[in-house]
């Protein structure tokens, strides 16, 4: 396949639910306050040096009494002096769990959230190619099952698709991160609810996640994406088989996961906030498909239809039903749903998908707009004890990005992301793999690879890492 070309594709995306795609970690109780509605993100160690009243100063944080830490930060701390950005809360529950905490100064509950990925030059919120590109594989791998021979269970079924890591078509498709914008995102409440009445609802936490169109917030970016048509068991991968396999795929899910759990019992309400969303499922044109990414995106679409079996599961030595709950924002909305359409794409024919009488389609149905108020029958969250206090909150600080920062260089910012990076963190290695693809230079393509290279070696996964060609192939010997 090396006698591939590459053809560039204007891809324009739209949210049609909220997404989170997080970091792998929470943000630090010292790296951010609430106030007046909105999680302010804070450069704590730039509060303490500025901050008048050093003796005070010094002697709070000579302490190992994390409550009263956390509470003389968020009562003291100058937003429009530390402050690097903001995100609207729209929980209710997390407002009045904060309150509580900083008045009470409560260590049993250390209010934490889960930040989505972030461009470190411009400090908004971003989708990673990798999950948008992981997204395609899945679907593009699904009809393939017979003509690799996979069988359920199969271990291999990866490399029986798409054979050996280094001969991966996959790498004939590259897509950029997709930033969101400014102000695109919000704090919700991730609630678990099932089908099934007598169950209550199990809330998550709380997480950042983009605004959509179900929420009232339309949210369309585009991004050139890079393909070279390449030979997949018998088909020829190009832009228009790609859109057909998303929808093969991923509308199936979208309205049995409808009719299952939004269309009655103690969830339908969210039916009738998706009719606008479920219009324009059914209404896809030629050129347009859907596809699910980011956590909460559930078993169904993410494993294999003749494969992994989404039925059952083992749990205390018995076998239990598997997708019998959806995880909803606000208890409201589910994760993760995006349209993708290649508008230079010509339109054709298109046989219509079997739309179901009863799962209503209306674009003029009305939006539910999200709610800081709690949903109906939302449970309270189990506290959860203290981790860090003094110097841990500071080092902590140097995760968040700040909203604007003067780039010298591509290659400076890449390699402090790495250092901030966890070697498991398949998102955020993924991401930086594909920012090292980016680099024009080859001295800075030498510089982020070895980067990369020790810092899988040193956490015993750089043999096997199933990217390590990615990384060589772009590095000059």
Not at 218 to 241: C, E, I, M, W
Request: a positive charge; glycine letters at 6%.
């Amino acid at each position: 396949m090396n006698g591939l070309q590459f053809e560039k594709h204007r891809a324009e995306f739209e949210l049609l639910t909220p997404v989170h795609i997080g970091t792998g970690e929470e943000l630090d109780p010292f790296s951010y306050v609430i106030r007046d509605g909105s999680l302010h993100f804070i450069d704590l160690v730039k509060w303490m040096e500025s901050y008048e009243d050093q003796e005070t100063l010094l002697r709070m944080t000579d302490t190992d009494n994390f409550a009263a830490l956390r509470s003389f930060v968020a009562e003291n701390v100058s937003i429009e002096k530390a402050g690097m950005g903001s995100v609207k809360v729209e929980s209710h529950k997390l407002l009045k769990t904060y309150e509580k905490a900083i008045k009470e100064r409560d260590p049993k509950n250390q209010v934490l959230v889960g930040p989505m990925m972030r461009n470190f030059v411009t400090g908004q919120a971003y989708i990673p190619g990798s999950s948008v590109k992981g997204a395609i594989r899945t679907a593009l791998a699904n009809p393939c099952v017979g003509p690799a021979r996979v069988r359920k269970g199969d271990r291999d079924a990866s490399e029986k698709i798409f054979g050996r890591i280094k001969d991966d078509p996959m790498r004939w498709l590259k897509i950029p991160d997709i930033s969101l914008g400014p102000d695109a995102t919000v704090i919700v409440e991730p609630v678990e609810v099932s089908n099934k009445p007598d169950k209550s609802p199990t809330p998550k936490g709380h997480v950042e996640a983009a605004h959509a169109l179900a929420t009232g917030r339309p949210n369309k970016r585009s991004a050139v994406l890079s393909l070279a048509p390449f030979p997949l068991h018998g088909n020829t991968v190009d832009a228009q088989y790609l859109l057909d396999a998303l929808n093969d795929f991923y509308v199936h899910k979208y309205v049995q996961e409808a009719l299952r759990f939004y269309n009655a019992g103690p969830v339908a309400r969210v039916g009738k906030i998706l009719e606008p969303v479920n219009c324009i499922v059914k209404n896809l044109a030629s050129n347009e498909a859907i596809l699910r990414v980011g956590r909460f995106s559930h078993v169904e679409c993410m494993t294999l239809d003749d494969v992994l079996d989404p039925i059952t599961r083992k749990k205390n030595g018995k076998r239990m039903p598997y997708g019998t709950t959806r995880t909803l924002a606000n208890q409201l909305y589910p994760f993760g749903w995006i349209k993708v359409r290649f508008p230079a794409l010509p339109l054709k024919d298109k046989k219509p998908y079997p739309w179901p009488n009863n799962l209503a389609a209306s674009e003029n149905a009305p939006v539910q707009k999200l709610s800081a108020a709690a949903a109906p029958g939302q449970a309270g969250a189990s506290p959860q004890a203290p981790t860090k206090t003094g110097e841990a909150a500071k080092s902590a600080m140097s995760r968040i990005p700040p909203a604007q920062v003067k780039e010298t260089s591509r290659l400076e910012p890449l390699l402090k992301q790495l250092t901030l990076l966890k070697p498991n963190d398949k998102v955020g290695m993924d991401r930086m793999i594909d920012a090292l693809e980016r680099l024009s230079e080859v001295q800075d393509k030498n510089a982020l690879g070895n980067a990369i290279i020790a810092k899988l070696k040193k956490a015993g996964m750089w043999k096997k890492h199933p990217r390590k060609l990615d990384v060589l192939s772009n590095m000059d010997d």
